[in-house]
Each structure stands twice: as structure tokens, then as C-alpha cells.
């Protein structure tokens, strides 16, 4: 059986990690490079790093840590932020990531997903969607959440899948920061629509809420989430141990 | 000295790093006598079978590989690497392979129950065969360790040298050895702990200069 996924997001801008980190034991604790080290050994399936720089410095910054990181870290690596081309792709994978996330890019153009997805193969596309409820329906919201596309989200995940998207990243904005789970019903819908794994992102605020997502709705395939592990208010061993313990299939 | 063999398929920077992790000399290389005289060979790849295949023979490094693993080097195919040692592939259209472990690479599609995605991709645990002794590749590892997968067709008919397998389903191949050529479905190079063991394995064969 193929099991669930445990998944630290680091954002970094400037070649730093943004949002408090807050570890014992780690020196270093705004390093992108000690962090992942850290995540990886404490039993991390996957790790996501988020470009969340503007300039050009801070870009050339980005691929220089992906780099090490890549080079020192053998568990697969998502990257997202400032995708807008196939050559993005193309720089980030050529570091060492794995698969890359596309969000406002492809809101953008959404040719990016179906071009990413015939060069590198649908595994490698993820659809990062941030959504939040407008009017009785899931709305796509763009520009870390800023902006209100319009475009219904369950329609877009469909349209994504149909592309090449070979995974959806689903952030519900309107579970994101206030650590009481995540959302089941637009987690549920997504998964109804789309038969590529899902992965669910925004809300989760300790244990519990893991053991709720992943019993509550067994085609979710991962759970995303940055603030609580860098904190360490969930640590990843005790998260994956409460998890198998509960019946749940990990890797441990 | 590791030669990994690079013939236009796929991105071999993990792949490397992880080696060189390990202490491993590493050279990536599309130079049949580099090829030639290093100890080991290990074959990546990703993509479709058939564009791998016809790079791979548009180089003329199929037969390289083929002459060396048939002098008896330690070969490693990794994931796409693996299903080319096979006979034959029916990945969009019939495609021959090198020839070097008897099966065939097939879709999973028809074999997997409904609800199961295709790819299969994540971290699956290995299971051996009960009927003969844990290959030397995994000396270092468990049977039950997790190791990392991304692949919608899978090897098939290949029983004799199927030296393990993870659970979609049915059970599928994950690896295979036939003496000194191996393969992975599975990404060592992305298996954290697990997968390390699995290539320092590999390294610690013996060398055929």
C-alpha cells in the first residue's frame, strides 16, 4: 500500500525561510538548507520550497540553496513560486527539484500546464490552488490569495487535470492560519472531481486534525503544513507514529 | 569508478549527488570508453519508453551496456534504466528493450483496482519473494522499507528474476536482478536512508575493470 504523506512547506525569500522558525538543537534556524536536513531526518516523505522572492538576486539566491539542498537531501522536492514558463521549469529542475507547483502562472497562461506537462511528464506538474468561499461557491484566488480570479476551483482543478497536471496542491484560505483543521468539505469536492493525488493544505493546527483528514477522507494522499513544524508544535515523528497507530499507512 | 550513462534522458543530478554522498567516484558520461573501463554502470531514465530507447540506440551506447553487462559488470537500471533491460515494452505501440532480463514492461492501468491512481507515485513499502534469498542489493535494508515510486507501467513475466516487489493492488515489480544486471522501478536516489543503503550496496560489489 502506498502510504500518506507528511509534508513541511519552507517559504524562503532572500535565501532565508520566512515564518518564524522556532527549533531547539538548530543553530542555524532560518537556513532552508539545516531546516530541510532537520525534516528530513525526523521522517519527511516530501518537502516543499516556495520562492517567495521578487528580485532577480533573491531568484539566483533560490537556485543556489535548491542546489545544495538537492545535493545533500534525497527525498523528492516540490518548488513553486515565480513559474510562469517551461524555462522555469526548466532552472528549477535542473537543481535538483523534482516536481514543480504552479499557481497564478498558470492562472496566467493556463498553456503553461499542458507545455510543462508534454516536456517533463504530468508526475512533474503540480496545481498548487488557493480557494476560498465567495457566494456559495469554491473560488480560485491568485497572488497568494489577493486577488479573486472568478474561475470556479473545482472547475479549474478539472480543467488542470485535463492538461497534465499530475497533483493538486489545495490551499483553503479560508482554514489557512486559524489551526482548527482543514477543510473537509472543499478537500471532499476536489477529490470527488479529480482522480490525481491530493494535497491538503491550510489549517492544520496538531495531531488530531492529521488523524481527522486522513479518516475522514481516505483519498487524500498528503497533508501540508508549514508554521506548526517549524514551531514544533506538531513534531513530524509524533505525527506519523499517532497516525500508524490509528490504522493510517505511513511511512515510518 | 561509477559510470552513469547519460544519452540525452532525464535529469542526472540527484542521481549523482546521492552517489557521490557515499563516498562513490561518479562520472556521467556518454563516452563508450569511459563507459568501458569504469567498475559499474548504472542506467537512468525517465520519460517514455520508446524516445529512451531510441535515444539510447541512436547513440549506439545499447550495445556498450549490452557487451558489458555481458562480460559480467554490475549494471543498475534506475526506474525508466530498469524497463529497458526487458525484452520489450508496449508503452504506445511495441518497443524492444535491451534484451537483458526476460519480461516484459506492460500498463498498469488494466491490473490496479478502481480507486487506485495511476501513476503510481509515493512511498511504498518492498516486499521480497519467500522463495529464495534476499538479494545482495538490499543486504543494507528490511523487507517492509519504504522506498520511492513514480510510474504508470510496471515489468512483468519476469518471475525468475524478480527480487522484489510493493503492494498497488496486486503485487508489483519493484526490482529484479539477473547476476550482475539489476534494476529499480523504484528512485533510490529519492528514498532517503533506505535508498542510500540500496546504492552503497550497489558500490560495494565487486568491480569488473
Request: glycine fraction near 10%.
Amino acid at each position: 500500500m502506498i502510504t500518506k504523506r507528511i509534508i513541511p512547506c519552507l517559504d524562503v525569500k532572500d535565501g532565508r525561510v520566512v515564518k518564524g522558525v522556532n527549533f531547539l538543537g538548530l543553530s542555524d534556524v532560518s537556513s532552508p538548507v539545516k531546516l530541510a536536513k532537520f525534516y528530513s531526518d525526523c521522517g519527511a516523505d516530501e518537502l516543499v520550497f516556495y520562492d517567495i522572492t521578487a528580485s532577480a538576486e533573491g531568484r539566483a539566491l533560490f537556485t543556489d540553496i535548491l542546489t545544495e539542498v538537492a545535493s545533500t537531501i534525497f527525498i523528492p522536492l516540490t518548488v513553486g513560486g515565480g513559474i510562469n514558463t517551461v524555462d522555469d521549469f526548466d532552472r528549477v529542475l535542473k537543481c535538483g527539484a523534482d516536481k514543480v507547483s504552479v499557481n497564478s502562472g498558470a492562472i496566467r497562461d493556463p498553456s503553461l500546464i499542458a507545455a510543462a506537462a508534454q516536456r517533463y511528464g504530468d508526475q512533474c506538474v503540480v496545481l498548487s490552488v488557493d480557494a476560498k468561499r465567495v457566494d456559495g461557491q469554491f473560488r480560485v484566488f491568485a497572488k497568494g490569495g489577493r486577488e479573486d480570479t472568478g474561475l470556479d476551483a473545482i472547475e479549474w482543478i478539472k480543467k488542470g487535470v485535463a492538461s497534465g497536471a499530475g497533483e493538486i496542491v489545495l490551499n483553503s484560505i479560508d482554514t489557512d492560519g486559524v489551526k482548527k483543521g482543514f477543510d473537509l468539505e472543499m478537500l471532499s469536492a476536489v477529490c470527488d472531481a479529480v482522480n490525481v493525488p491530493v494535497i491538503a493544505s491550510g489549517g492544520a493546527g496538531c495531531i488530531e486534525d492529521f488523524v481527522t483528514l486522513f479518516e475522514t477522507l481516505p483519498k487524500v494522499d498528503a497533508g501540508l503544513a508549514a508554521s506548526i513544524f517549524h514551531f514544533g508544535e506538531v513534531q513530524i515523528p509524533d505525527l506519523k507514529k499517532a497516525l500508524a497507530d490509528r490504522g493510517i499507512i505511513m511511512r515510518v | 569508478m561509477i559510470a552513469i550513462v547519460d544519452y540525452g534522458v532525464g535529469n542526472l543530478f540527484s542521481l549523482t549527488c546521492s552517489f557521490r554522498s557515499l563516498g562513490a567516484e561518479v562520472t556521467v558520461t556518454g563516452d563508450p570508453d569511459v563507459i568501458r573501463s569504469a567498475g559499474k554502470i548504472v542506467l537512468p531514465g525517465v520519460g517514455a519508453f520508446g524516445d529512451a530507447a531510441e535515444l539510447l540506440r541512436k547513440s549506439g551506447l545499447d550495445q556498450v551496456v549490452i557487451e558489458e553487462a555481458n562480460r559480467g559488470k554490475p549494471l543498475l537500471g534506475i526506474c525508466l534504466g530498469m524497463q529497458l533491460l526487458f525484452d520489450k515494452s508496449l508503452e504506445y505501440g511495441e518497443h524492444p528493450g535491451l534484451g537483458l532480463i526476460p519480461g516484459r514492461v506492460v500498463s498498469m492501468e488494466p491490473v490496479v483496482p478502481a480507486g487506485y491512481k495511476v501513476p503510481h507515485i509515493g512511498w511504498n513499502a518492498l516486499h521480497f519473494p519467500k522463495n529464495k534469498p534476499v538479494s545482495p542489493l538490499f543486504r543494507h535494508i528490511r523487507e517492509g522499507d519504504c522506498v520511492y515510486f513514480v510510474h504508470s507501467y510496471y515489468a512483468t513475466d519476469c518471475d525468475a528474476d524478480l527480487i522484489a516487489t510493493a503492494e498497488y493492488g496486486p503485487e508489483l515489480t519493484a526490482a529484479v536482478a539477473r547476476d550482475n544486471v539489476m534494476g529499480t522501478q523504484f528512485h533510490p536516489e529519492k528514498s532517503g536512508a533506505v535508498g542510500l543503503s540500496i546504492l552503497r550496496a550497489f558500490c560495494e560489489m565487486e568491480d569488473l575493470t
